[in-house]
């Protein structure tokens, strides 16, 4: 019986580079979103933890490719925030590049969560994400985060553009949510599962 409350996880590893991330064939989930966009907290929530992922104020803090094992044989993976960050554009590069080989090459990535700042309109980075899931048909959950502080009229602004891109991208689920309280995250969850169930046929 899955838990609809939180999918156990414990660190495993950090990688830099794609050649550096662990080597075997194990399913892997990664979590991916602009920086301050509460990417981090997602994956603690859905952890039902409070320090699983390291959660800053500072936009940029995860600068690894953070592995976590979980008890169903398949693992998530906090990739490093795009976008505004306090670092070097050399270091940005340097993360861009491992991110960017990560969805291209790695062959045990079976689905992809995108976090959204739903008080805000997609960035364009964000809308650049979400057009690359669609060309390359991967399987894409997108939490809409924050709905706990976003305005009726922001989330509904957020909700539109982000369905204009998908258009009729059928492996793509929207879920409205907040690691703060919790919403949603029972949606989330099971759409893990179901990944993981899938990869394991």
């Not at 156990?8 to 991330?21: G, K, N, V």
């Not at 995108?114 to 939490?143: K, V």
């Given at each position: 019986?899955?838990?609809?409350?939180?999918?156990?996880?414990?660190?495993?590893?950090?990688?830099?580079?794609?050649?550096?991330?662990?080597?075997?064939?194990?399913?892997?989930?990664?979590?991916i979103?602009?920086?301050?966009?509460?990417?981090?907290?997602?994956?603690?929530?859905?952890?039902?933890?409070?320090?699983?992922?390291?959660?800053?104020?500072t936009?940029?803090?995860?600068q690894?490719?953070?592995?976590?094992?979980?008890?169903y044989?398949?693992?998530?993976?906090?990739?490093?925030?795009?976008?505004?960050?306090?670092?070097?554009?050399?270091?940005?590069?340097?993360w861009?590049?491992?991110?960017?080989?990560?969805?291209?090459?790695?062959?045990?990535?079976v689905?992809?969560?995108?976090?959204i700042d739903?008080?805000?309109?997609?960035?364009?980075?964000?809308l650049?994400?979400?057009?690359w899931?669609?060309?390359?048909?991967?399987?894409?959950?997108?939490?809409?985060?924050?709905?706990?502080?976003?305005?009726?009229?922001?989330?509904?602004?957020?909700?539109?553009?982000i369905?204009?891109?998908?258009?009729?991208?059928?492996?793509?689920?929207?879920?409205?949510?907040?690691?703060?309280?919790?919403?949603?995250?029972?949606?989330?969850?099971?759409?893990?599962?179901?990944?993981?169930?899938?990869?394991?046929?």
């Amino acid at each position: 019986m899955n838990d609809t409350t939180r999918i156990s996880a414990e660190f495993l590893t950090s990688a830099s580079s794609l050649a550096e991330c662990p080597q075997d064939s194990i399913p892997e989930i990664a979590f991916i979103g602009r920086s301050n966009s509460g990417k981090s907290s997602c994956l603690n929530r859905v952890t039902g933890t409070k320090s699983l992922a390291r959660v800053s104020k500072t936009p940029g803090r995860t600068q690894l490719i953070n592995f976590f094992s979980t008890s169903y044989h398949a693992r998530l993976v906090d990739l490093p925030g795009y976008g505004y960050a306090k670092v070097s554009k050399q270091k940005q590069a340097e993360w861009g590049h491992a991110v960017d080989q990560y969805l291209k090459n790695r062959s045990n990535l079976v689905g992809l969560v995108l976090i959204i700042d739903s008080r805000h309109l997609p960035q364009p980075l964000d809308l650049e994400m979400l057009t690359w899931c669609r060309g390359q048909q991967l399987p894409l959950l997108i939490l809409l985060n924050k709905v706990d502080k976003a305005k009726q009229l922001e989330r509904s602004a957020c909700l539109r553009a982000i369905q204009d891109i998908l258009d009729d991208y059928q492996l793509a689920e929207i879920v409205l949510f907040s690691a703060k309280s919790g919403k949603g995250t029972g949606a989330v969850l099971q759409k893990i599962y179901d990944w993981f169930d899938l990869a394991a046929t």
